[in-house]
């Protein structure tokens, strides 16, 4: 009776150490398995959009502390996979000491991680009143890149411009603020109206 009742101790207590050797081995594999997930979760691209703000003012500061230029817009969202920024409905206020501010607006915008480039698309529109001594300037294309640091303005679509009485229409176009130098490339027509005697 004695050797029976031991041999089923013996039975009962290997059966409950596997079990609890199962049990430990199924949560090692589990925790393996939520480690390695996480891990290539947290590894991966993020693609989607991480935040937006609504009726957002940017401004840029010159390093003697004036504004050099401003951008808003209807949403600003951020792309995390290339720290990059679209703007829906953007209007940038290109400020100068000197001249009238020009503003630019399209449809929408992307703007690179250290804004330096903005792309403005669809329905571009750039508009600098006419001063003592400036012209109007005033500007329609499909696709604009402005490169606010250096004031300068790019584009490989077709352009029409208005500078005072003249109007300019062409296709490639390199237009430098600072400097005043405007470059057209192709297909390049102008009507310049005569001079009004005073």
């Given at each position: ?21 199962l ?14 997930g ?11 959009p ?29 792309l995390?996979?290339?720290?990059s ?7 940038i ?9 020009m ?96």
């Amino acid at each position: 009776m004695s050797a029976a009742r031991s041999a089923n101790s013996f039975r009962l207590g290997l059966l409950i150490a596997l079990s609890v050797a199962l049990v430990l081995g199924s949560f090692w594999v589990l925790e393996v398995m939520r480690k390695s997930g996480g891990t290539d979760v947290q590894n991966a691209p993020r693609v989607a959009p991480d935040y937006y703000v609504k009726n957002f003012t940017f401004v840029k500061m010159a390093k003697n502390r004036t504004a050099r230029y401003n951008i808003s817009g209807e949403v600003l969202t951020h792309l995390p996979m290339d720290d990059s920024y679209e703007i829906t409905k953007p209007v940038i206020y290109n400020l100068s000491n000197n001249r009238p501010p020009m503003v630019m607006r399209s449809e929408r915008a992307l703007v690179n991680s250290d804004n330096s480039e903005v792309q403005m698309i669809d329905n571009v529109d750039v508009d600098r009143p006419a001063s003592g001594t400036t012209q109007r300037f005033h500007l329609k294309s499909a696709y604009l890149l402005l490169l606010p640091d250096d004031d300068v303005m790019k584009t490989d679509t077709p352009v029409e411009m208005l500078m005072g009485t003249t109007i300019l229409n062409g296709t490639g176009m390199v237009a430098n603020n600072a400097t005043r130098q405007l470059n057209l490339a192709h297909r390049v027509h102008g009507v310049f109206a005569p001079a009004v005697a005073r």
